[in-house]
């Protein structure tokens, strides 16, 4: 592909006992290798409640019988919102958490900024809890009608660019000042932020005191983003990785007739490795370089999963593929 340029916790964050024992650390070889992850993107999590998803309990248990150690909350309360019950429960399962997610439609209006910053800090408060380090904030996604078209601008005019990484920059900063947490931004597809020139928009109109990239290898590969060059170019931001990989024959057929990003998943663009792109080796490699012990958090979409019993699989082979990948890691 063509290269392009590219809430039942206490508000104060205080961590219940039991979460020391969630996040404890574990000792490594080599502290500066990245710390693989995964997240229940991986086992078709898109939403808090879902009979279409496996449930919490299962997700849990199968993440450490698949050998991960670190994971994400994913959609606020899929795994729950009662911090000492949730640590005993990666407690049992011998887990650690890295991040939690929010979106950010901040483009919205000044005003947007203190009910999103409410929704960020119950986030914040419960990741701070479980002794997690980093919060992912996400771009709203276009719109589509009934009719499968996209619905208003796909992208940010100069006014709302000046809204949504102001608005960025004071979440992030109000993270840090709180919680002591970083915030990562997450470009993605059929969002305004997912193209090479729009993340980098967003890197030169952000404060890297205040936010830095959730660098999503398959959301860049779907806009042909060439990864490695992003992480050269600009490896002073480089907070957080999310690996997966897109099927670039079938990303051709999805781009060229506009198929939405919710059907090209049932399709099966995201696929496991190594069947499809980029490479994890040499990605690793430079976001180990320019950020040692970055989480790399596997995060495969698949949403919704035909077979529960799929997920576990796809994760074991998927580690197995980074293990032997040739770049450093580490799992525990």
């Known amino acids: 592909m063509a290269a392009v340029d590219i809430s039942r916790i206490d508000p104060s964050g205080a961590a ?32 808090a409640i879902d009979p279409a998803q496996p449930s919490p309990e299962q997700y849990v248990r199968e993440v450490a ?53 409410q929704e960020t800090r119950q986030v914040g408060a419960l990741v701070r809890a479980l002794g997690g380090e980093h919060v992912i904030a996400i771009p709203t996604l276009w719109e589509r009608g009934a009719d499968g078209h996209v619905q208003g601008p796909r992208t940010f005019d100069d006014a709302q660019w000046g809204l949504f990484t102001r608005g960025v920059d004071e979440l992030g900063r109000r993270l840090a000042e709180e919680f002591g947490l970083a915030l990562q931004f997450h470009s993605h597809a059929e969002s305004p932020v997912g193209s090479g020139r729009e993340v980098v928009e967003l890197l030169e109109r952000t404060d890297p005191r205040h936010v830095n990239l959730c660098v999503d290898t398959g959301h860049l590969a779907y806009y042909q983003v060439d990864c490695e060059r992003l992480l050269r170019e600009h490896p002073e931001r480089v907070g957080y990785l999310h690996l997966k990989q897109v099927d670039p024959e079938l990303l051709a057929e999805v781009l060229k007739n506009d198929i939405p990003f919710a059907e090209a998943v049932q399709r099966g663009v995201m696929v496991e490795p190594p069947y499809g792109v980029p490479g994890y080796a040499p990605i690793l490699e430079l976001a180990a370089a320019a950020r040692p012990g970055v ?14 019993a799929d997920p576990v699989r796809i994760a074991r082979r998927t580690r197995e593929h980074i293990a032997g990948c040739g770049a450093p890691v580490r799992f525990r």
């Open 295 to 308: 989480f790399a958090v596997v995060e495969q979409d698949m949403y919704p999963v035909a077979d529960f």
């Open 65 to 117: 019988e698949a050998g991960y150690r670190w994971t994400e909350l994913g959609p606020y309360g899929y795994l729950g919102t009662d911090a000492g019950r949730l640590a005993e429960q990666l407690a049992e399962h011998d887990l650690s958490l890295s991040a939690g997610t929010v979106f950010t439609p901040l483009q919205e209006g000044e005003d947007a900024l203190e009910r999103i910053w």
């Open 16 to 47: 219940p006992k039991a979460a020391a024992v969630a996040s404890a650390p574990t000792s490594a070889p080599d502290a500066s290798a990245p710390r693989v992850g995964i997240a229940p993107d991986s086992w078709g999590v898109w939403n």
